[in-house]
């Protein structure tokens, strides 16, 4: 069974940084592409990075890039995503997915998900 459990959510201020991670479990992780996605409250869901199996290749979403840095550690079954520079915009719940093969940034391309951590940027 396949387990993407993220950690690392909270409340930050304002150009305040956070960390976040998504421990994987039930799949050969460095077989698989990962990715973070976001959804606020009455929007979609949002593709904010994502990462290639062998951590060679990474994209950001337009309204994170130059803040977030995707990152994986293969030895760990672990993806992290370092936020800087967070904004209030930036509130929502962020979700890791992961994927067989390619480096997917639209939801649809993703195979497993996580249950989501809250982040929320206080002005």
């Known amino acids: 069974q396949v387990q993407l459990v993220e950690s690392g959510g909270g409340l930050v201020q304002a150009g305040g940084s956070l960390r976040l991670s998504c421990a994987a479990s039930?799949?050969?992780?460095?077989?698989?592409?990962m990715g973070w996605f976001r959804q606020a409250p009455g929007k979609e869901r949002e593709f904010v990075a994502a990462?290639?199996?062998?951590?060679?290749?990474?994209y950001n979403g337009a309204s994170v890039k130059g803040r977030f840095t995707i990152s994986r550690d293969n030895a760990k079954n672990t993806v992290y995503l370092q936020m800087n520079s967070l904004e209030p915009e930036d509130t929502a719940v962020y979700y890791c997915?992961?994927?067989?093969?390619?480096?997917?940034?639209?939801?649809?391309?993703?195979?497993?998900w996580g249950q989501g951590t809250q982040v929320t940027v206080s002005s």
């Open positions: 997915a992961a994927r067989n093969g390619g480096v997917p940034t639209s939801t649809s391309g993703y195979d497993y």
């Open positions: 990462i290639s199996w062998s951590g060679g290749r990474w």
């Open positions: 039930g799949l050969t992780f460095r077989s698989y592409a």
